[in-house]
């Protein structure tokens, strides 16, 4: 049995899918996930392509460097995919990568040079790129014939004009790659795939990939036209713990008056901002901040459903209207109250809710009277990584 193995990596989480592969189509086999892989006790579960559990298990990995953790995860999922899957044989593996820069607007075979490349954007995504790259030196370790295939979150936006990715910036930085790259890509690149199987991929689109990570694209002639992520992954909305779009003249506030140093600004932006600095540490969960029931919570949901709102007005702009809405992620996906805090604010540009079907997270959410297409679509990254590797291979 021919199969595919994606992997998702994360600062401290470890995401992977199992696909069998049939002449020119994917069969999904399994999903596993790794939890708090820098933490002591490492949660490991399985689950079917149905969502039922095969494992859930406490791993501990106290005894392994932090720097080893990742490529112990790994080798615990090749193990139990060995064991449970006795006959499978592995042909490829497919890895997200956040960040390709300009260099890298389409899946590649990665090799030694191509490794040493990507090398260059972890300072452009510092909690991704590292252990993106760091699990694909394990998979060449641990299965050194193996194809490896990169697939970057990038790519998808690299149809935006020039234009739309320009900061108001001297030429010279402009020139040297300081521009605007747009991430999530794989997530809409699936959602577009989705819309195209309902005919309705040709609609203006508005992509809301809402989540502790979460950003907006505006999908126009089934291409990326406009984004709210940017230079970097903090930039837009505000998310579980980074700030999205903020003053630059406040981070040369906080360096003089505070004598904050690059990293107190990094960690200030990427981890004690957002839903959890909003709500004063009450959580960067959104299930937690609903639990919470705080006025500080409820300020942090309400400002994030503010911005997306806010968002969508100029995502529209940018592609002279919208005709549809997407809600996808995790709190997209599974957040009812989100979703309508959201289209609420947006009942000027013709979206008009059906309550019930919300509630139960339909796939259309939308009245006969709504001038917008509104819908929830579960996004699968690991499927668009997959089917992009097997194009590779083939």
């Not at 399994?30 to 708090?36: A, E, F, P, R």
């Not at 968002?311 to 996808?328: K, P, W």
């Not at 809710?353 to 699968?380: C, F, G, Y």
Request: aromatic letters at 6%; a negative charge; charged letters at 20%.
């Amino acid at each position: 049995m021919k199969t595919l193995l994606t992997i998702n990596g994360g600062s401290s989480s470890l995401k992977c899918g199992l696909y069998q592969v049939h002449q020119d189509t994917l069969e999904n086999l399994c999903v596993i996930k790794l939890g708090n892989l820098l933490g002591s006790g490492v949660r490991f579960s399985a689950t079917d392509a149905a969502g039922t559990p095969l494992a859930s298990t406490t791993l501990d990995m106290d005894d392994i460097g932090r720097e080893q953790r990742h490529q112990a995860a790994l080798n615990e999922v090749l193990n139990w995919l060995q064991q449970h899957y006795p006959d499978h044989q592995l042909v490829a593996t497919g890895h997200r990568i956040v960040h390709g820069g300009n260099a890298f607007s389409a899946p590649v075979l990665i090799d030694d040079e191509i490794s040493s490349q990507l090398l260059q954007f972890i300072p452009l995504a510092p909690l991704h790129q590292p252990y993106n790259l760091k699990l694909i030196e394990a998979i060449r370790t641990l299965l050194p014939a193996l194809p490896v295939v990169g697939c970057f979150d990038t790519m998808f936006h690299a149809s935006q004009s020039r234009l739309e990715r320009l900061y108001a910036l001297p030429r010279r930085l402009s020139d040297e790659g300081v521009m605007k790259y747009g991430f999530h890509g794989l997530s809409y690149e699936f959602i577009l795939h989705q819309l195209k199987q309902c005919d309705s991929s040709q609609l203006k689109t508005l992509v809301c990939h809402l989540g502790a990570g979460a950003s907006m694209c505006a999908i126009a002639g089934e291409r990326s036209v406009a984004s709210s992520m940017g230079f970097t992954a903090v930039e837009g909305l505000p998310m579980g713990s980074r700030c999205g779009n903020i003053d630059p003249g406040v981070l040369l506030y906080l360096m003089r008056e505070y004598a904050m140093d690059v990293d107190a600004i990094e960690a200030l932006l990427y981890k004690e901002s957002g839903w959890y600095g909003v709500s004063g540490g009450i959580s960067s969960e959104m299930l937690e901040l609903h639990k919470a029931a705080h006025p500080h919570a409820e300020e942090a949901i309400d400002l994030f459903c503010l911005r997306i709102a806010e968002e969508a007005g100029r995502l529209a702009a940018a592609m002279g209207g919208v005709e549809q809405i997407v809600f996808t992620g995790g709190v997209g996906e599974n957040d009812a109250d989100v979703r309508a805090r959201v289209i609420e604010r947006c009942r000027w540009l013709g979206a008009d809710l059906d309550t019930e079907a919300n509630l139960k997270h339909a796939l259309q959410i939308s009245t006969d009277a709504s001038a917008l297409m509104l819908r929830v679509i579960p996004t699968d990254e690991e499927m668009m990584i997959a089917m992009h590797t097997l194009h590779q291979i083939h």
